[in-house]
């Protein structure tokens, strides 16, 4: 009885992890004939979604050394931010793939997640910091 509740966690967990399934990466991968080809297809499109951040926020970073006094403390403050982002992203998509409750799924969970937040924190990136920089 008193495991009770503990059901509506049970039935909101499968939703959660189809959820995943929106992004559109998981859209134009699942479209390829098997898994192999779809997985290939993930782990590319993972690749190209690090690659944009590392990109990014190489850009930023440049930009915040050219802004001036600031620069110093600014950049402390992004280099702090940027490492706890990957901490978040590692986290955040271990615990998507661990919903999947191992399989295929799992990896495929985890890949849909971490393109989703780099695409994310791009987005963020480039339109949160004042004046454009």
């Known amino acids: 009885m008193r495991l009770l509740w503990l059901l509506p966690l049970f039935v909101w967990l499968p939703s959660s992890v189809v959820a995943q399934r929106s992004s559109a990466a998981a859209t134009a991968c699942y479209k390829v004939e098997g898994h192999a080809d779809a997985r290939h297809c993930l782990e590319e499109k993972a690749k190209r979604s690090a690659a944009d951040l590392d990109a990014e926020e190489t850009a930023l970073r440049t930009a915040l050394t050219r802004s001036g006094d600031e620069s110093a403390r600014q950049l402390a403050a992004f280099d702090d931010a940027v490492k706890r982002f990957r901490q ?9 793939a661990a919903l999947a409750a191992g399989g295929n799924a799992a990896t495929d ?16 990136l480039s339109t949160d910091h004042p004046g454009g920089v």
């Open 88 to 96: 978040y992203r590692a986290s955040q998509c271990s615990f998507v």
């Open 109 to 124: 969970r985890r890949l849909l997640c971490e393109i989703d937040l780099n695409e994310a924190r791009i987005f963020q």
